[in-house]
């Protein structure tokens, strides 16, 4: 039961970073790629249908953990105290913005919406990349089960220092999480647009392919130095596959096959990062010290627990997939004017 | 004030209160979408007051519905972030109807709100009918998840407690029906009818005391004032009587509490108002009803009921004032509200509604009444359970996280202060301003923006 739980919840993790992930980036991006309130409406239009049902995933991946490794929730919720707080601070932002900014016509109104909508969606992917960086790095887990982290220590710590949230290592992972789902939007954007946004759409995803590539190098560098962490055998297949897709990503969208562009992009994130699921397990939370990890068997929840959630989990599962083939079916066009009229 | 348990409880207070605020309305206004399309589709006759009213309340529900998602967020990270010692004891048995809610309701929730909001022109009366059905089923899942949550921390079943100290799940649909989780589902989803009628008869008082859009105001002061008259009656019979009585059965320390009741002892009275003086354990310029409180709880005027004497002072609920005010406050706009709504439907019956401007005027002040009542429910729930986090096993003062201390715990509270004074005057100023232009000509379009 424990290897499925875990693959669940990476599952569940997994899809909020490729589904919210397209989101974000698109959010981020669009003070630049939307000029105009039409442009803008374009954008929100693209997204409109799909970023609640994508941020849901967070919920539910949340949920998972709590329903199956309650401690590890526990414990890496309260060390990242913090850091929990402004990831929430900014999706609370960011969802009033994109639900608020049409409501009233004034351009004031709507410039300052835009601008939240904007930042809030880089600082998620950011956070979101810095906590990856601290799973990969690793936490101060001690003899005790709990930790605390303090946001910044020494950002170029020796060895032995006491880590902190925001280091040399786990910013670097972040700017890579900003640069990935920045392409990653790009290409969602590409897809859904027409006209000028989905001109400058492609360009952005052709302007950070590069810059993307560069700092990935960079962060599989620095993962095996830093955080003295090499992929498994699956892992490494699985990192293999999602360099693969990067490029059929770039490939297809130079040959202007939008939606494979964003497929392969998807895929590029889903794969890279169950090589690095595939490469943590059984470990859930990796300590600093390389000898107090948190493994998901000292975490899980009693047998009779994850055997009676596994049925209705799959059940569940199986409608989210129907709700999603449906919102893909419906909205599988491109957006039209008639999408982006005023409520 | 270095005690960090208390940041921590009051963060949690405010901010599931907040919350409550809005899911409240969700919960109410998802029914009165429902029957208003309900009632236009059967009478059949095109784009009529009805149809206009439904559109008129869909595009509060969205707004409403917003805030609600973006509000809820922080109470689910709270478990992990600020009570971790309980997640760690108890997240192995309440992580499986919180992770149930994500699972079953959210993704529905999210699915078919867009349709709602956005969906009608795209498709048929029935299959928008359809569309508001499933936002009703999905709501009101969700809320039974949470009350099933809040239920084991109430009334802890179907669970055992491993050598470790831990609980794991013994029994999940023993967890799952848990009795106190279908009573309290009971009452809580009746007192957010009580929000939602009162909502909607407020703002067709409004409307009809300010000649607006008379149609549209009959439709939602008929519709409003009905289910008002059935939920505030059934709010507190049978379904708060039987809270009172599950609450009498397990948790006697919490009805002693809130009735202020310091001594034990036959034909207990119920208490009209008076300010329990715990240092002096008395209830200070009380307004008694005899034998009242014995027959509430027990069902005999001369039932023994146990008073806070009987029970060591360590098991006394901590905050004892304000659960004490909290649920005579819930009980007391309880009554209030089943006068009005019985005195609206005797009027709307005779057909005066629309001409008692008086009564108009009182509906339409009236709408805080019921958050304040729902918000009292929970406080005098979540009160009355201390000093328990899991009632009876795990005490809350073990609940907290060991890491956090009262400096960040207190951050975050400002935090939130903060961002919900905003979030708070932006809804009002929203929903005053759909108020004020009145129900939609047209059906939004789909999309978004």
Redesign the interface.
Known sequence: MIPLWYSLASLALAAYVVLDGFDLGAGALHLWIARTDGE??AV??????WW??N??W???A???L???F??A??????????A??LV??A???R??A???R??LASPLWRAFWDFVFSAASGVLALLFGVALGNLLRGVPLGGE????LALFTSFAPHQGDPVGLLDVYTVTVGVVAVAALLHHGALFLAWKTSGTVNARARLAAGRTLPVLAALLVLAYVATARVARLTPSPLGAGLVVVSTCALGASALFRRRSRELAAFLASCLFLATALAGVAATLYPTLLRSSDGAHDLTAHAAA??A??LG??AP??FV??V??AG??A??FRMHRGK?TT?????? | MGDALFWHRLQFGFTAVFHYLFPQLTLGLALVIVLVKALHLRRGQGDDAYARTARFWI?VF??NF??G???G??L??Q????W?????T???????T???????A???E??F??LL??GEKKMSPKAHLGVAVALLVGSWLSGYFIVATNAFLQHPVGYVT?PDGRL???D?WVFLGNPWALVQYAHTLLAALVTGAFVVSAVGAYWTLSGAHPAEARVSLRVGVTLGLVATLMVAFPTGDAQAKLVAAHQPTALAAMEGRFESGTNASLTLIGQPNVKEKRLDNPIHLPGVLSFVAYGHFGSFVHGLDEYPESTWPTNIELLYYAFHVMVGLGTLMILLMALATVQAWRGKLERSRALLWVLMLAVPFPYIANSAGWMTTELGRQPWLVYGVFRTEHGA????HSG?AL??LL?FAG?YLV?GL?YVF?IG?EIAQGPPRDA??????
């Open positions: 803008r409406r929100l239009g693209a997204i409109g249908p609640d049902g941020e849901v967070l919920i539910a949340a949920g998972t709590m329903l199956a309650p401690t929730l526990a414990v890496a919720f309260s060390g990242f105290y913090l929990m707080f929430v601070w999706l609370i932002l969802g009033t994109i639900e608020l049409s409501h089960r709990w930790f605390t929840a009693e009779y627990s009676t959630a209705w989990y569940s599962l409608l989210v709700y999603f449906n919102l957006v008639s999408d982006t009229s005023d409520p | 595009r969205g707004i917003v805030v998602v973006v509000t967020i922080p689910e990270m478990f992990g972030t600020n971790a010692r309980l997640t760690h108890a997240g192995g048995v309440i992580g499986q919180l992770a149930m809610e994500g699972m079953f959210f993704f529905l999210s699915t709100l867009g909001v956005f491993l794991a799940l013994s999940f996280s060991p890491t956090v960040d951050f975050t935090g961002l979030l932006l929203l301003r939004s379009a789909e999309g978004h923006a």
